[in-house]
T-cell receptor, first 116, second 114 residues
């Protein structure tokens, strides 16, 4: 149980284009999903928290107009990186909180974004 | 501000050589300490949640313990497949919006040599 998927697993895009990453909870309902980014040999840095049906809450320093988050259902959240630049290249990971288990987060497999 | 410090940064063990990883934390009202395992290029895999000092949890060769200031992940007779980065995270009573946010340490990279 508690499986989270992400799609795509890897994406390469050109500078200036937009990329959408999907995060799905496959076997549970997730009212809250989180988006992280991770640089090589660094820990996970929280970007934003999204609650189903409401606007995402962004961490300080994260541009909400650049990283668009939509959490339209209890099983799907999307992160769109708009006008991507090489410095946006990173490993993006989502996690979801299971309604039935109060505080535990389950992570997706991650998406490797490379902007050329 | 919540802080999580993991040590050592890297640990090399011979297969069968038991050891412990440390996670020291500073939080305002602990509402959970979490251990995850992360393989290269993958998302973290949930291992344990500990809520109060004195609590212990076990899973196969892993045992997690918690005190008021730190947590240990004990690895007994490790095998090469235990090689991974182990992450520690905390949730405090004053975590951000929604109060479900986790603060992560930088992890300990464990290598188990056959």
């Amino acid at each position: 149980g508690a499986v989270v998927s992400q799609h795509p697993s890897r994406v390469i895009c050109k500078s200036g284009t937009s990329v959408k990453i999907e995060c799905r909870s496959l076997d549970f309902q997730a009212t809250t999903m989180f988006w992280y980014r991770q640089f090589p040999k660094q820990s996970l840095m929280l970007m934003a928290t999204s609650n189903e049906g409401s606007k995402a809450t962004y961490e300080q320093g994260v541009e909400k107009d650049k990283f668009l988050i939509n959490h339209a259902s209890l099983t799907l959240s999307t992160l769109t990186v708009t006008s991507a630049h090489p410095e946006d290249s990173s490993f993006y990971i989502c996690s979801a909180r299971d309604l039935a288990i109060a505080y535990e987060q389950y992570f997706g497999p991650g998406t490797r974004l490379t902007v050329t | 501000e919540d802080q999580v410090t993991q040590s050592p940064e890297a640990l090399r063990l011979q297969e069968g050589e038991s050891s412990s990883l440390n996670c020291s934390y500073t939080v305002s009202g602990l509402r959970g300490l979490f251990w995850y395992r992360q393989d290269p290029g993958k998302g973290p895999e949930f291992l344990f949640t500990l809520y109060s000092a004195g609590e212990e949890k076990e899973k196969e060769r892993l045992k997690a313990t918690l005190t008021k200031k730190e947590s240990f992940l004990h690895i007994t007779a490790p095998k090469p497949e235990d090689s991974a980065t182990y992450l520690c995270a905390v949730r405090s009573a004053y975590s951000g919006a929604g109060s479900y946010q986790l603060t992560f340490g930088k992890g300990t990279k464990l290598s188990v040599i056959p």
